[in-house]
């Protein structure tokens, strides 16, 4: 069975960081892109970043280039975000998912519909 777990959001204030999680299992890991998403009440869900388990290459969208940053351990079929100098406009609920490597070909517009598996989101909060 396919899994993605997120972890790590919360609340903090504009600024400030966080480091999400996200734990795969029930594929192999290496073969596939990883990407995060974001979801804001009334608003679209957007691609944020997108990792390349095969050879590490990273993607970002405009919006969160230079403060976000998505690394893997591959070890441990985890990828993590790094989000740094957060805004309040961050807020949203943020879910990672699991699509062939090939998605990483796609503008961050379209990587959600590369995606063939989702976790459940986590949510993260930025007070003003």
């Known amino acids: 069975e396919v899994q993605l777990v997120e972890s790590g959001g919360g609340l903090v204030q504009a600024g400030g960081s966080l480091r999400l999680s996200c734990v795969a299992s029930?594929?192999?890991?290496?073969?596939?892109?990883i990407g995060w998403f974001r979801q804001a009440p009334g608003k679209e869900r957007e691609g944020v970043s997108l990792?390349?388990?095969?050879?590490?290459?990273?993607y970002y969208a405009d919006s969160v280039k230079d403060r976000f940053t998505v690394y893997s351990d591959n070890a441990k079929n985890t990828v993590y975000l790094q989000l740094n100098s957060l805004k309040p406009e961050d807020t949203a609920v943020y879910y990672c998912?699991?699509?062939?490597?090939?998605?990483?070909?796609?503008?961050?517009?379209?990587?959600?519909?590369?995606?063939?598996?989702w976790g459940q989101g986590t949510q993260v909060t930025v007070s003003s």
């Open positions: 029930g594929f192999t890991f290496d073969d596939y892109a």
């Open positions: 998912a699991a699509g062939p490597a090939a998605v990483v070909a796609a503008t961050p517009k379209y990587w959600n519909l590369g995606m063939l598996h």
């Open positions: 990792i390349s388990n095969s050879d590490g290459s990273s």
